[in-house]
């Protein structure tokens, strides 16, 4: 099997955050769609109050530019596998969530402490580590539904920002059995297609559009999608010892499953606490993600 011109997809970041001084904040995201685009309003739904100090005030701007095409090898097994071997493109495009930023600290226990506060509230009080610690509430897909909330969270007379996680994409050639090669191509997007699909859960869940119970089915289906391409991730694995792609795969839907996993066993009625555990891990997942393709397409 041999993967070949993997380059790292173009992509930007902006910085940037507030600082919470003495504000009183009224959060509590409510999500909902408007139309077959899927466009979100946030309503206020909770107070936050919150004063801290040592508080950051990013404002740089960074780029990232390409790195030069980098080939990889994987260890080729035609002994063991007498299947006749196909060379297939598999394009991995970018992804971008667009963030709600309160806020960014340079103090752990600040942002520990403002991260508790928004969680009660069903904020996501994710800490995202990029030289400040920047508070999340939630992620979109979408930059339009992001700054839509940003907007009514301004409204509201609520600062906030956009911050951008961007996974980088990439172009490999693979060669191998052909239903290798279909199954590392399926396990890709099956992946970004499932978690995507977490957005959509939190939405019907905070518009009260279906039930707890129904959350956790939802859950329970993308853990049951996720389970067998592991399994099968597994065995190539083992005959490909030394290959950090599939190793790096494995790894990422192992941590998916867990995380998920996490939040199903979490002893939770109440919608608000739900709302926020997946608001959580939906960042979180991203974010494994976002460091899987950095890992390859470095190395």
């Not at 030069?68 to 596998?81: C, E, F, G, S, V």
């Amino acid at each position: 099997m041999r993967y070949s011109r993997l380059r790292r997809a173009k992509t930007r970041r902006r910085y940037s955050s507030i600082i919470l001084l003495g504000l009183v904040l009224f959060l509590g995201f409510y999500v909902a769609s408007a139309g077959a685009a899927g466009n979100f309003i946030s309503r206020i739904i909770a107070p936050l109050i919150a004063s801290f100090s040592n508080e950051a005030e990013p404002n740089d701007k960074g780029d990232i530019s390409p790195p030069p095409a980098t080939d990889l090898t994987l260890p080729d097994n035609r002994k063991n596998d007498n299947s006749e071997r196909v060379t297939d493109q598999i394009d991995i495009s970018p992804i971008s969530l667009y963030a709600i930023q309160l806020a960014a600290f340079n103090d752990e226990k600040n942002a520990q402490a403002a991260a508790g506060e928004l969680q009660s509230k069903g904020g996501a009080g994710y800490i995202y580590n990029d030289r400040y610690l920047r508070l999340l509430a939630m992620g979109f897909l979408s930059e339009d539904d992001a700054q839509k909330v940003r907007q009514q969270l301004k409204d509201e007379g609520i600062e906030s920002q956009i911050y951008s996680i961007t996974c980088p994409g990439a172009n490999m050639e693979i060669t191998a059995s052909a239903d290798k090669v279909d199954s590392i191509k399926s396990a890709f997007s099956l992946w970004t297609d499932k978690v995507k699909s977490l957005e959509g859960i939190i939405r019907d869940l905070d518009t009260s559009s279906i039930t707890i119970d129904d959350a956790r089915n939802g859950i329970g289906e993308i853990i049951s999608g996720f389970t067998p391409v592991l399994e099968e991730l597994k065995t190539y694995s083992a005959t490909e010892e030394s290959n950090h792609i599939l190793t790096g795969l494995q790894e990422l839907y192992q941590y998916s499953i867990e995380s998920l996993n996490a939040v199903m066993d979490e002893s939770i009625t109440n919608r608000v606490a739900i709302s926020s555990k997946i608001k959580y891990t939906y960042i979180d997942m991203i974010h494994q993600y976002k460091q899987y393709m950095e890992r390859i397409t470095k190395e």
